[in-house]
């Protein structure tokens, strides 16, 4: 299994501009989580999924964030619109049974 | 709901010492605590776990215990290694929710 998959592994863009980042858990794994890490807040659950229905979203910042989990194997986190406080290290995370398996991560600059 | 404390948050140890690292957790349903260790600029990775049912386990230089009456469960590194320098976290969850609650890291310097 190549792992948790996530895309792009780096984003730069602009305030104000939409940002959609990608993530493909590891097949079989019925349970999928979203995080942010910066240096001054740690790191941070946003959201998770389970069985592809959103559980707890209470960690999402404010309406500009979004999650989605259209099927088993595909997740997306998008923030509409960007701000340079949005800037971070965004973690995507599977699981099966408690052990979360993390992808490589998005590294976000909003300028 | 769950809160983890992690301490201390940067310690700095001489190659060839142990570490340890220390965590306390809120909620005395959680049965599972998993260590993650993350290398600068990469992924947090599992090296070690352990679940309410255990008081200690062992992974070669690793080790980790737990006790559930203080609510408290440590990392234990023998004969540390200059790649053994990274930010380390603990973390707590109830099975049956697999959200997981995270400590805040500790920063593990070995000093060659």
């Known amino acids: 299994d190549a792992g948790v998959i996530q895309s792009p592994r780096h984003e730069v863009t602009e305030m104000g501009q939409e940002v959609t980042l990608r993530c493909k858990p590891i097949s079989g794994h019925n349970s999928l989580f979203w995080y942010r890490q910066t240096m001054m807040r740690g790191l941070e659950l946003l959201i998770y999924?389970?069985?592809?229905?959103?559980?707890?979203d209470s960690g999402m910042p404010e309406d500009r964030f979004s999650a989605k989990m259209p099927n088993a194997s595909f997740s997306t986190l998008k923030i509409q619109p960007s701000e340079p406080r949005d800037s971070a290290v965004y973690f995507c995370?599977?699981?099966?049974?408690?052990?979360?398996?993390f992808g490589p991560g998005t590294r976000l600059t909003v300028l | 709901g769950e809160n983890v404390e992690q301490h201390p948050s940067t310690l700095s140890v001489q190659e060839g010492d142990s570490a340890v690292i220390k965590c306390t957790y809120s909620d005395s349903a959680s049965n599972y605590f998993p260590w993650y260790k993350q290398e600068l600029g990469k992924r947090p990775q599992l090296i070690i776990d352990i679940r309410s049912n255990v008081g200690e386990k062992k992974d070669q230089r690793i080790a980790v215990t737990l006790n559930k009456t203080a609510k408290h469960f440590s990392l234990h590194i023998t004969e540390t290694q200059p790649e053994d320098s990274a930010v380390y976290f603990c973390?707590?969850?109830?099975?049956?929710?697999?959200?997981?609650?995270f400590g805040t890291g500790t920063r593990l310097t070995i000093i060659p």
């Open positions: 973390a707590a969850h109830f099975f049956g929710n697999e959200k997981l609650t």
């Open positions: 999924f389970n069985n592809n229905v959103p559980i707890d």
């Open positions: 995370a599977s699981a099966e049974g408690g052990e979360q398996f």
